[in-house]
T-cell receptor
Framework: NAGVTQTPKFQVLKTGQSMTLQCAQD?????MYWYRQDPGMGLRLIYY???????DKGEVPNGYNVSRLNKREFSLRLESAAPSQTSVYFC??????????????????FGDGTRLSIL | AQSVTQLGSHVSVSEGALVLLRCNYS??????LFWYVQYPNQGLQLLLK??????LVKGINGFEAEFKKSETSFHLTKPSAHMSDAAEYFC?????????????FGQGTTLQVKP
């Protein structure tokens, strides 16, 4: 059972180049998420998709776009990479069922990350 | 708005000693809380979660956490540290909006275990 698979694992780009980070999950989860992880800042949400066909901005969406291709796949695109986007990117998924008080009590499952360097 | 604060970016303990990693949250509504662990060059793995069923939550690898509403805390403990516990630990709270499952993460605490 692969869980959440991210490709590529490593990438080096030049400023201004574009690229797409791929993410796929095989757990039939409704919700998917993209985070970036920077030292001392924890994980910050870039975009999320609560269900197939919907996407919404998170805390730090500027410079990124996403596509929820189908229930399994959620891609993150950098149209014109900048050095400030050097980071480790994580994709996650969850069942996101509504619990008491309207919250989701299902944990997120994470991929192993994509380490992106922009020169 | 919800937020999470982890006290101490680095914690160092001796093997066999008590592990205590601190997490305080801010939330205007009852939260759901999570602890995740991240080993080097890996993604985050769920250690345990609090979803209002019981205030003392037991997780994997001998870790547990206690939800204290009066202190707005959810500290992570383990009675006896093992070398394999060396990793980065993240506390997270579920945002009180829709049922999207969005999480707010703390800054992380790196646990060092000395022989």
């Amino acid at each position: 059972n692969a869980g959440v698979t991210q490709t590529p694992k490593f990438q080096v780009l030049k400023t201004g180049q574009s690229m797409t980070l791929q993410c796929a999950q095989d757990m039939n989860h409704n919700s998917m998420y993209w985070y970036r992880q920077d030292p001392g800042m924890g994980l910050r949400l870039i975009y999320y998709s609560a269900s197939e066909g919907t996407t919404d901005k998170g805390e730090v969406p500027n410079g990124y776009n996403v596509s929820r291709l189908n229930k399994r796949e959620f891609s993150l695109r950098l149209e014109s990479a900048a050095p400030s986007q050097t980071s480790v990117y994580f994709c996650a998924s969850s069942e996101a069922r509504k619990g008491v008080g309207g919250h989701s009590n299902q944990p997120q499952h994470f991929g192993d990350g994509t380490r992106l360097s922009i020169l | 708005a919800q937020s999470v604060t982890q006290l101490g970016s680095h914690v160092s303990v001796s093997e066999g000693a008590l592990v205590l990693l601190r997490c305080n949250y801010s939330s205007s509504v009852p939260p759901y809380l999570f602890w995740y662990v991240q080993y080097p060059n890996q993604g985050l793995q769920l250690l345990l979660k609090y979803t209002s069923a019981a205030t003392l939550v037991k997780g994997i690898n001998g870790f547990e956490a206690e939800f204290k509403k009066s202190e707005t805390s959810f500290h992570l403990t383990k009675p006896s540290a093992h070398m394999s516990d060396a990793a980065e630990y993240f506390c997270a709270v579920c945002r009180a909006t829709s049922n999207t499952g969005k999480l707010i993460f703390g800054q992380g605490t790196t646990l060092q275990v000395k022989p």
